[in-house]
């Protein structure tokens, strides 16, 4: 993805690091000593690419990619153009985990046993829970409706996002109407 470059070995380090996504027909994926970017998955072509050094890897939806920067600041952009939509530094130094998308929520894991669950719309903290006093320093997985999260002190969590039971619109317009009837 990106050239190497450097005098020492570690400075020329640029390899694929962590986990890669795929959305539709576009795979994304991120190096350490360089760029994320997005590409083609048929023809191979780059789509578009950025400088952000991470060596995480990275997660996406339907509409973002998200990725930690190599200071621990959670990174969210584009899809379509790799634009930033938002970076949240309140985890920096925390060592988060990869991110994984999950619901309307971007969570990422701690060396303190927290996990973090960030509005995929801006970034800002919507829940914080803490798991275990263990780190946790695997990436949280989700399954179906489910996210899973494991603390290296072996604490297992599992979370789901309830979805409030609602009447159906056409109902409540019934429910109106025989009430119409029965004042007319």
């Known amino acids: 993805m990106t050239a190497p470059s450097g005098r020492s070995d570690l400075d020329r380090l640029s390899d694929v690091d962590g986990a890669m996504a795929v959305v539709g027909q576009d795979v994304y994926a991120s190096s350490y000593n360089g760029q994320i970017a997005a590409l083609?998955?048929?023809?191979g072509e780059v789509l578009w690419s950025r400088e952000i050094s991470t060596h995480t890897g990275l997660t996406a939806d339907w509409n973002n990619v998200y990725a930690v920067g190599a200071k621990?600041?959670?990174i969210a952009l584009l899809r379509?153009?790799?634009d930033d939509v938002w970076r949240q530094d309140g985890l920096l130094r925390r060592e988060p985990t990869p991110p994984v998308a999950f619901s309307t929520a971007?969570?990422?894991?701690?060396?303190?046993?927290?996990v973090h669950f960030l509005s995929n719309f801006d970034g800002r903290t919507v829940a914080r829970v803490r798991v275990g006093k263990g780190m946790i320093s695997g990436t949280p997985v989700v399954m179906g409706d489910k996210l899973f999260v494991q603390s290296e002190s072996g604490v297992l969590s599992a979370y789901i996002v309830p979805v409030p039971e609602s009447a159906?619109?056409?109902?409540?317009i019934a429910d109106?109407?025989?009430?119409a009837d029965e004042e007319g």
């Open 40 to 43: 083609a998955a048929e023809s």
């Open 72 to 74: 621990g600041e959670i």
């Open 80 to 82: 379509r153009n790799g």
């Open 106 to 114: 971007v969570v990422v894991g701690d060396y303190d046993g927290y």
């Open 168 to 172: 159906s619109p056409a109902a409540g």
């Open 176 to 179: 109106n109407a025989d009430n």
